[in-house]
């Protein structure tokens, strides 16, 4: 994929976090060795896909595809937010978010990178902190347990 502008240029550099990129129409055995090969390394086991062997742990995966007129300005605007509330909704906090990797499809591109990498890449590129991130598109939800007074049982019945 060719980029025109100083825009694409960030997008460029957010793809440059992947570990490792390969063919797309090699997905399907690509992602999971990928899935594999991150729960060996500590991800979090997942559900498995149809085809693997019994017994091989499995992390998460987040598919994407990239609009060829995409620009870092449009990734950060509608894929960002979804990712985000993804990986919170899933309970993959930063920094790492418990190892979840990023499958990003780029034409005949297929790039892989860490959740929590592309996430800091992303904030980073935004100058917006990635806690932020995670306060504007996440759940929602409060981390921990709330204090204050209890609150009090609704009226019993008659």
Do not use: W
């Amino acid at each position: 994929m060719r980029y025109a502008s100083a825009v694409d240029d960030k997008l460029r550099e957010l793809l440059s976090a992947a570990f490792r990129t390969v063919r797309a129409r090699d997905a399907n055995t690509e992602i999971a060795k990928a899935r594999g090969e991150a729960a060996l390394e500590g991800a979090t086991p997942s559900r498995r896909s149809r085809g693997e062997e019994p017994g091989t742990p499995l992390s998460r995966s987040y598919e994407m595809v990239l609009d060829p007129r995409a620009t870092f300005s449009s990734f950060a605007t509608d894929v960002l937010p979804r990712l985000v509330y993804h990986l919170e909704s899933i309970g993959a906090r930063p920094p790492g978010c418990k190892g979840v990797l990023v499958a990003i499809f780029d034409g005949e591109d297929l790039h892989f990178v860490q959740a929590g990498d592309l996430v800091a890449r992303a904030a980073e590129l935004s100058s917006v902190p990635v806690e932020e991130l995670f306060l504007r598109h996440g759940t929602g939800e409060s981390r921990t347990a709330q204090r204050g007074p209890p609150l009090p049982l609704p009226p019993g019945r008659e």
